[in-house]
């Protein structure tokens, strides 16, 4: 059993009007329910293993670039692998 409880909440009338437009038939709960519990679907980095295997080059390149950054803006040596 679900027991709703209505709270009295004041806001502008810019969020007022925001909210009305994007209210549709929705009540203004299910609104800011939306926009405050929406998830960014986060995407799996590790589809991107090993998708350079066949660009070694490129790769080393990549490596290079970032061992140069990294040095440039932290002070810090990168270990480039050979």
């Known amino acids: 059993m679900v027991m709703m409880m209505a709270r ?10 925001l909210l009305l437009k994007h209210k549709g038939k929705k009540s203004f709960s299910e609104v800011i329910k939306e926009s405050l519990c929406t998830k960014k679907k986060k995407t799996d980095i590790m589809r991107f293993a090993g998708i350079m295997k066949d660009e070694k080059e490129k790769l080393e390149e990549l490596k290079k670039q970032i061992a140069t950054e990294r040095e440039a803006n932290y002070g810090r040596t990168f270990e480039v692998e050979q």
């Open 8 to 17: 009295q909440i004041s806001v502008s009338n810019e969020v007022y009007e």
